[in-house]
């Protein structure tokens, strides 16, 4: 794909050289998001933040990207703040917003409404999560991780073994990073959730099209101990009618240290896109899990700032000036620990 410029809506973009280069710029803006080193290749740039549902890495993250990279940021969170609550439309809200803007991330609670926004915007905007539809940097910045994960174990993503656990019938991650792993081969998918929650039936069929191995269970002991990645999502309580409902499903697949030493294979790695919903009716990937040197949900966090800083070189055609205008930084942090 032509970075220079394009909207980043869906994974469906993308093509595996295209993810090689992500990944490859990723590398790239280590020292900058460890604050080794400073650019300031988007000085004067703006990046309008509009995020209309709950979110903490995702637009915490998009904002120090664009910091690390020398922009500023200006942000509206909730509807309640912002003009759609006078009855604004998305395209009018796009046409005003790009103006004061050079690139715009968004997540709104409704599927499409990120693509709807872009068509009227006079400059890129990137999906930072639209429903239950997708959310591509997430996608990018898991599938990163695990590159990373296994590559420190000597292996590649192609042949990776992943189960994922959990409402897979609204967790747009999941659904973003299933059909990322359509780029690549011989992937195993074990998908555990309730009937009701289960992986939509068309993402199933492109994977199995593709040649990946699927299958599909409720059985969380038996799918987790023959994976490289135990993919545990939280169930999306804001996509259902009522909390009752979600709580009919929240805890049925949880993950403790007990259980990870009783079946999974040494050095199975953790991941959550997070938040982990940590409340005792819950708590799907167990606090007790924390010294496991597998849990990558933090280290999987830390990335999404190096995936955001790529996604944002790329678009806005910089990749080749933010070493050239990079300098050694006057401080160090001595008190953040890795
Ligand atoms: N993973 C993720 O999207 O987290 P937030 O909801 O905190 O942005």
Redesign the pocket.
């Known amino acids: 794909m032509n970075f220079t410029g394009s909207h980043i809506l869906s994974i469906k973009q993308f093509e595996r050289a295209d993810i090689e280069r992500v990944f490859e710029v990723a590398d790239s803006m280590a020292p900058y998001a460890l604050r080794r080193k400073v650019t300031r290749v988007l000085e004067g740039a703006i990046l309008g933040s509009m995020f209309f549902e ?6 915490i993250s998009f904002g120090c990207a664009f910091n690390l990279l020398g922009g500023e940021v200006r942000e509206t969170t909730g509807f309640e703040n912002s003009a759609l609550a006078k009855g604004e439309s998305l395209h009018d809200t796009a046409r005003v917003l790009s103006g004061f803007s050079d690139v715009i991330c968004m997540r709104h609670p409704k599927s499409g409404s990120v693509a709807e926004f872009a068509q009227a915007s006079r400059v890129p905007v990137l999906n930072g ?1 639209d429903g239950a539809n997708e ?1 591509p940097s ?1 996608a990018l910045l898991d599938l990163y991780t695990i590159r990373k994960e296994l590559a420190s174990k000597g292996r590649g993503i192609d042949g990776l073994r992943i189960a994922m656990i959990g409402d897979l019938r609204y967790g747009r ?1 999941v659904h973003s990073l299933c059909k990322l792993l359509l780029l690549f081969n011989n992937i195993q998918v074990i998908l555990v959730s309730p009937p009701e929650l289960a992986m939509p039936e068309s993402i199933v069929e492109q994977m199995r099209a593709a040649g990946h191995s699927v299958s599909i269970t409720e059985d969380l002991p038996q799918s987790i101990s023959h994976v490289d990645i135990a993919y545990s999502t939280r169930i999306q309580e804001e996509r259902f009618d009522s909390q009752e409902e979600a709580d009919i499903y929240r805890g049925r697949f949880r993950l403790n240290q007990a259980i990870y030493t009783q079946y999974c294979e040494p050095n199975t790695v953790i991941m959550h ?3 982990r919903d940590s409340r005792a009716n819950a708590n799907e990937l167990d606090n007790d899990l924390n010294q496991n040197p597998n849990l990558a949900i933090f280290r999987q966090a830390d990335n999404g700032v190096l995936i955001r800083m790529a996604l944002f070189s790329l678009v806005l055609d910089v990749v080749d000036q933010v070493h050239k205008s990079a300098r050694d930084v006057n401080w160090y942090n001595s008190l953040r620990t890795p």
Request: charge should be positive; proline fraction near 23%.
């Open positions: 709950p979110s903490t890495r995702t637009r999560g959310h997430q991650t896109p997070l938040p």
